[in-house]
């Protein structure tokens, strides 16, 4: 996997049950990329996100496979500004997530 990003936004208690939400924002042909984020199980502030990619290979080669996998539609604006990011991000802009947020703003 390539990690696109990974930020820690906010500190988290130890023992503190947390919940991780997970998604498929982006994908080509060979690659899909997940956005998770943590946050306190029950409410409150995010405390980590990430934008990880994956490559699908042919197992004990390193030989690209096509996965077949297809994204239908946003299911909300949240969903849409995620792969915003996620395409921003592989194009290499370090700030993706502020970019994608003015431009789904408009």
Same mark, same amino acid.
């Given at each position: 996997?390539? &990690?696109?990003? %990974?930020?820690?936004?906010?500190?988290?208690?130890?023992?503190? &049950?947390? +919940?991780?939400?997970?998604? *498929? *924002?982006? #994908?080509?042909?060979?690659? &899909?990329? *997940?956005? $998770?984020?943590?946050?306190?199980? !029950?409410?409150?502030?995010? *405390?980590?996100?990430?934008?990880?990619?994956? $490559?699908? &290979?042919?197992?004990?080669?390193?030989?690209? /496979?096509?996965? !077949?996998? #297809? +994204?239908?539609?946003? =299911?909300?604006?949240?969903?849409?500004?995620?792969?915003?990011?996620? =395409? %921003? +991000?592989?194009?290499?802009?370090?700030?993706? /997530? =502020? #970019?994608?947020?003015?431009?789904? =703003?408009?």
């Amino acid at each position: 996997p390539n &990690i696109d990003q %990974l930020s820690y936004t906010a500190p988290g208690r130890g023992g503190q &049950i947390m +919940l991780m939400k997970s998604r *498929v *924002v982006r #994908v080509t042909d060979f690659t &899909i990329t *997940v956005h $998770t984020s943590m946050a306190p199980f !029950g409410g409150g502030k995010r *405390v980590s996100e990430s934008y990880i990619t994956y $490559t699908t &290979i042919e197992e004990g080669t390193s030989t690209k /496979r096509a996965h !077949g996998v #297809v +994204l239908d539609e946003p =299911a909300d604006e949240e969903e849409a500004k995620e792969r915003a990011t996620a =395409a %921003l +991000l592989i194009e290499g802009q370090p700030d993706a /997530r =502020a #970019v994608a947020e003015r431009t789904s =703003a408009k």
